[in-house]
């Protein structure tokens, strides 16, 4: 997978909408409207060794009905500042995604939560105050 290290760290190139220069800096525009400078281009998966995941670990999402779409992890990319997860259809993920762990615990690099049923009940809280 193709990422640019930015300033803030990685960014896949998917998320990329533009690439422009400021003050003589390349930098890039996400999707989101986001704009960081850039560090450099890289494959991804040549910086990171990839080891198995063991079985029952998941990313998460909560779709806009509260469904839980669970995706298995298929292994870690560790690298010197930390390990990503590895699934089958995305590859290294860049994204900060919830990780549903096999002893049931999420983890949603913010917060971590005791269960699954306890991180979509602290999911769903801020949207029913709106």
Do not use: C, N
């Not at 690439?19 to 704009?35: A, F, K, M, N, Q």
Request: glycine share 10%; net charge negative.
């Amino acid at each position: 997978m193709d990422v640019i290290l930015t300033a803030k760290g990685p960014r896949s190139l998917r998320h990329v909408a533009a690439i422009t220069h400021i003050d003589g800096r390349p930098h890039v525009r996400l999707y989101s409207g986001e704009v960081v400078g850039i560090v450099r281009q890289v494959e991804f998966s040549l910086m990171a060794t990839i080891i198995p995941a063991a079985p029952g670990h998941y990313l998460v999402a909560l779709d806009g009905s509260g469904v839980v779409d669970r995706e298995p992890l298929i292994g870690w990319a560790v690298m010197p500042t930390g390990a990503l997860p590895v699934t089958a259809d995305r590859g290294i993920v860049i994204d900060e995604r919830p990780i549903l762990y096999p002893d049931g615990r999420v983890d949603d690099s913010v917060q971590g939560f005791a269960s699954l049923d306890e991180y979509v009940a602290a999911t769903r809280q801020p949207a029913a105050a709106a």
